[in-house]
């Protein structure tokens, strides 16, 4: 269904420094592959300022469709539950892939990113949806009821699926950066901070054109929804559950618009939702430690990854697609050190904590170097959450190395 991408990288430092100075990381400087893959392009990069900041965002690594889930686990394999009516959750074809990087659940289908910016797709394909096996140099999916969607590396975008409201018309977009694909439209958020919408409308949720500042979007059935840089969030289209009534969020970091429903991730890694709970999917009021991660509202289930690589559901179970108690070491990170740690682990075997330090050590670089460069005293917020999450970071990177 429709996807939620987090945006802020929550990671912080005990101590004010001019450098880094952690005797367990290891400096270096992290290469971009996959032509751009996770990084856009320099003739891009001009003039986007903060939103093309804020847009590299993690790929999906947990997804809520119809009446089932997937996860991609740290190793690049791909689990899923649920209904498989449609073979949406027969992997078997995927038994030996262990290069994939995010994945995207629709209503009936499911679809996956690799590595070399290829994508597969299994369930149904009665509207074609599932015909992905041509598309090349993809950094970004996103699965719709009925169609797909995904980014180039050149900012543009391609789909394939239904098309009876416009959903897939997206031939002529440029200069994106995100991209959701919700029940029948498909929205697109723009380098500038802008955003931009096709298909279906009778409930005005491609009524986009007034946002600015948006860092990130999430398309739902039949609403869309706005993540603004100043933590707040913007909604249009069907209020008809309330899901729209999110003017008085605040501290949001990630967004997710599901069927009848709408999620925010709070920056203190608590879940806030409005909207339908007839099947108790907006129960996630004991959730905690849903940071760094990514969450995915399905049509009648919420699905959330946890900071230990757990996961967590509620919601329709009709199908046991909230069974996913026993799942482990998910991939919580899939930025470009991430990626070039999968790739080179195919060949040498890494082992989940040697991956798990690779990441915190390319985390805990660049946010060093974001806080020597903040300025100013509208910084105060920002610097404080970097320090905050290094430290969680340091702490983490000390577990991991004693454990390992």
């Known amino acids: 269904?429709?996807?939620?991408?987090?945006?802020?990288?929550?990671?912080?430092?005990?101590?004010?420094?001019?450098?880094?100075?952690?005797?367990?990381?290891?400096?270096?400087?992290?290469?971009?592959?996959?032509?751009?893959?996770?990084?856009?392009?320099?003739?891009?990069?001009?003039?986007?300022?903060?939103?093309?900041?804020?847009?590299?965002?993690?790929?999906?690594?947990?997804?809520?469709?119809?009446?089932?889930?997937?996860?991609?686990?740290?190793?690049?394999?791909?689990?899923?539950?649920?209904?498989?009516?449609?073979?949406?959750?027969?992997?078997?074809?995927?038994?030996?892939?262990?290069?994939v990087v995010a994945v995207s659940a629709g209503d009936w289908h499911t679809v996956a990113l690799r590595l070399d910016g290829t994508v597969v797709a299994i369930g149904n394909k009665k509207e074609d949806q599932c015909n992905v096996g041509a598309w090349r140099d993809i950094v970004a999916i996103s699965a719709g009821d009925w169609h797909t969607v995904g980014l180039k590396s050149d900012t543009t975008v391609v789909a394939e699926g239904w098309n009876v409201s416009g959903q897939c018309n997206v031939s002529k977009w440029s200069n994106i950066i995100s991209i959701s694909a919700g029940g029948s439209h498909t929205v697109g958020l723009k380098s500038d901070g802008t955003v931009v919408a096709t298909g279906k409308n009778d409930d005005g949720q491609c009524n986009i054109g007034a946002w600015r500042n948006i860092v990130s979007i999430s398309a739902g059935v039949a609403h869309t929804i706005g993540l603004k840089s100043d933590g707040t969030a913007v909604a249009v289209g069907s209020n008809r559950y309330n899901q729209c009534n999110i003017n008085k969020w605040h501290d949001i970091v990630a967004i997710a618009a599901g069927g009848s429903n709408t999620l925010g991730l709070k920056l203190d890694g608590t879940v806030v939702t409005v909207g339908s709970n007839k099947s108790g999917?907006?129960?996630?009021?004991?959730?905690?430690?849903?940071?760094?991660?990514?969450?995915?509202?399905?049509?009648?289930?919420?699905?959330g990854l946890k900071s230990d690589g757990t996961a967590v559901a509620v919601g329709n179970d009709k199908h046991g697609q909230c069974k996913v108690v026993e799942w482990h070491n998910m991939m919580i990170y899939a930025d470009p050190a991430r990626l070039e740690a999968v790739k080179h682990g195919a060949e040498r075997r890494r082992t989940g904590a040697e991956l798990r330090r690779f990441e915190i050590d390319a985390e805990l670089v660049k946010l060093d170097k974001e806080y020597q460069g903040l300025n100013g005293p509208s910084s105060g917020m920002r610097k404080l959450a970097i320090k905050m999450s290094m430290k969680q970071l340091n702490e983490e990177l000390a577990r991991v190395t004693r454990d390992s």
């Open 281 to 303: 999917e907006c129960n996630v009021g004991d959730w905690s430690d849903i940071v760094a991660v990514s969450i995915s509202a399905g049509d009648s289930h919420t699905v």
């Open 1 to 99: 269904m429709t996807t939620l991408l987090l945006v802020l990288r929550v990671c912080i430092v005990a101590k004010q420094t001019k450098k880094c100075h952690n005797k367990n990381m290891t400096y270096f400087k992290i290469q971009i592959i996959l032509k751009g893959m996770f990084e856009l392009p320099e003739k891009t990069q001009e003039g986007s300022g903060k939103y093309l900041e804020k847009a590299k965002r993690y790929a999906e690594t947990i997804s809520a469709g119809n009446l089932h889930t997937v996860g991609l686990k740290s190793d690049g394999r791909v689990v899923a539950i649920g209904s498989d009516n449609d073979g949406q959750c027969d992997l078997r074809a995927w038994r030996d892939i262990r290069d």
